[in-house]
């Protein structure tokens, strides 16, 4: 070492870089043990069996930090007292092959599990983290001044606040299941994602042996409303909202879209499942602007409300696909991974207009009771493009699905896209 640099820099295409891993990952396993631990630091030498680093799209800042002199590279995290709050599983999903794919199900339990391992230095990094918290959100205060909700003491507090367990969830993809998920082959999966991230990962081609990756993306956050402890149990109803960052709505509120809107009246659903008894859950998924960006959705934003005869639901997803290339990035089929990881076989109300969605979890073995849509009420009125486009291309509506002169006259094409 000189400074926060080592003498020389190692390639994985150099000989010996190839080295297996004295912890083999067995994915479907029924216990962590089984399964093996997840190594992915930089400083784990022979031991690392994972391609990728922790943090997902905060690795980059991490390296910043050690290149500016501001982290010793070698640090390691101290996890006493970090443990979960509350215990999550393990449930039978998370050894069903398959079920999950993009997360490591025994991720939050590293030092309870791998103790022995810790203890004689290997690196071994929770990828998911639980906590309790309260969240005070405006329209829950609005919604309790209306007397929608009921300041109840334990679940929703005199102040307004509403007590949560959250989760942060990092990525964690298991590549052959990704693979078969996306019905791709692996070396496939594998080329192009090397290769469309300007060869940044070379592991995912020099080393088919490392058959885990840890993306530099966005992960998900969990805000479950009640017993976390009764989320798998069909006799308790559960209300569920999966959200997809949307920032400029959800964080400053817009004109254009739902996303606000819709993420503050799932929470409320969920708070009110939570007073009677029920559970509710928000899954946060870290997929700014359809996966494709804010500067992206910006574009479209501009190119929406500048084309001839301004936003129209007729154009809605052409001119996403015109900028962008696809109208939709964010390909749900990963998405049914997080509720099998809490154990959930039925949604009793799933707040949601979007098919892609409902077929995911459906298609998962989710089973789902009531569909939720949005109030008509809470959509802003330069949203109303957005909502017409949505309902011609599938999304769910309770006055029933739009005819098939509809769906060809917004959508024009690729029906089966949505």
Known sequence: MSGNRTSHIRLTSHPGAGAPSRFPIHWDAATARARGPV???????????????????????????????????????????????????????????????SLDPWGHRVAEDFAPELAEGVDIRPTIAITKARIDLPEIHEAIAKGRLKVDGEVVHEGGDVSVTKAAIDPVWWLPGIAERFEVDEQTLRRTLF????????????????????????????YIFGDPAKLGDRRVSLTCRVHDECNGSDVFGSDICTCRPYLTHGIEECVQSAQTGGTGLIVYNRKEGRALGEVTKFLVYNARKRQPGGDQAATYFERTECVAGVQDARFQQMMPDIIHWLGIRRID??????????????????????????????????????????????????????????????????????
């Open 39 to 101: 190594v992915a630091t930089a400083n784990a030498g022979s031991d690392r069996n994972a391609v990728g680093a922790h943090g997902g799209a905060y690795s980059v800042y991490r390296a910043l930090a050690i290149s500016a002199g501001a982290m010793n590279p070698l640090a390691r995290p101290e996890l006493t007292n970090t443990h979960p709050v509350v215990e999550i599983g393990p449930h039978p999903q998370w050894s069903e092959a398959g079920r999950i794919v």
């Open 195 to 222: 290769e469309q991230t300007g060869g940044m990962y070379p592991e995912l081609v020099t080393r088919p042996d490392i058959q885990v990756f840890l993306p530099p993306i966005g992960g998900i956050t969990l």
């Open 349 to 418: 109300r799933f707040v949601s207009m979007s098919n892609m969605k409902y077929d995911a979890l459906v298609h998962g073995g989710i089973e789902i009771g009531e569909r939720v849509p949005i109030p008509d009420w809470l959509v802003p009125p330069d949203a109303s493009v957005e909502m017409e486009a949505k309902k011609a291309a599938g999304y769910f509506t309770p006055e029933g699905p739009p005819s098939q002169d509809d769906l060809t006259k917004v959508v024009g094409r690729d029906l089966d896209k949505f």
